[in-house]
């Protein structure tokens, strides 16, 4: 079994197939790059998506990748920037390849300038010039959420990580700060008179 990292559940399905196994680990510290903005806004979860879009709408220019954690909430995400008027697509562990490739192919040549999507599916992505990483939902280990924040910020240039978080994972991003060696700023969300001043 060789896997990226080994969550709990991960481990569990190791013990309960394989016998007398004998665990090589190779040890890494997870450091953010300090080109990395590193941001959270609070919300509910009703709020999210708002202030996805106000996030999106405030950015000088917003070339970027929304991870979630579930299949369904991909699609919701997806389907709700779609409606709004955003140029999005997504990719999820059900899609089938050739759709996969056809959507990051139109990704990378940024004819879409949203990707949102699972880790799994997302793996193997490599875009250098990506402005943004949003967090729609925090990963359950500290180490996926330092991986997803790296994809930004490459080659020299500079990024933004934001995580949209409910009040009650503000421990979960003191243990992200503790072990991947990065604070976190925490911003309000930006209104509606701010996007249409930085529009204007």
């Known amino acids: 079994l060789f896997s990226a990292t080994i969550p709990p559940k991960i481990k569990a399905l190791s013990k309960k197939y394989m016998k007398n196994q004998i665990i090589i680990e190779v040890k890494k510290k997870f450091e953010s790059k300090a080109n990395i903005t590193q941001l959270f806004y609070p919300a509910t979860r009703f709020q999210k998506m708002d202030i996805l879009s106000n996030i999106i709408d405030s950015s000088d220019f917003f070339y970027g990748v929304v991870f979630c954690m579930t299949k369904k909430d991909v699609e919701e995400v997806t389907q709700n920037l779609k409606n709004n008027g955003y140029s999005a697509n997504c990719i999820h562990g059900d899609?089938?390849?050739?759709?996969?490739?056809?959507?990051?192919?139109?990704?990378?040549?940024?004819?879409?300038?949203?990707?949102?999507?699972?880790?799994?599916?997302?793996?193997?992505?490599?875009?250098?010039?990506?402005?943004?990483?949003?967090?729609?939902?925090?990963?359950?280990?500290?180490?996926?959420?330092?991986?997803?924040?790296?994809?930004?910020?490459?080659?020299?240039?500079?990024?933004?990580?934001?995580?949209?978080?409910?009040?009650?994972?503000?421990?979960?991003?003191?243990?992200?700060?503790?072990?991947?060696?990065?604070?976190?700023?925490?911003?309000?969300?930006?209104?509606?008179?701010?996007?249409?001043?930085?529009?204007?």
Not at 123 to 144: A, F, K, Q, S, W
Request: proline fraction near 3%.
């Open 95 to 200: 899609i089938q390849q050739s759709k996969r490739e056809k959507v990051l192919k139109s990704f990378k040549d940024q004819k879409i300038t949203i990707l949102v999507a699972t880790d799994v599916a997302a793996r193997g992505l490599d875009v250098t010039d990506l402005t943004h990483i949003i967090n729609y939902n925090l990963p359950d280990e500290p180490e996926v959420y330092i991986h997803r924040s790296g994809r930004t910020g490459r080659a020299g240039k500079t990024g933004i990580s934001i995580a949209i978080i409910h009040t009650r994972e503000m421990g979960r991003i003191k243990e992200i700060e503790r072990k991947g060696s990065i604070s976190f700023k925490c911003e309000s969300v930006p209104n509606g008179i701010d996007i249409c001043q930085k529009r204007l």
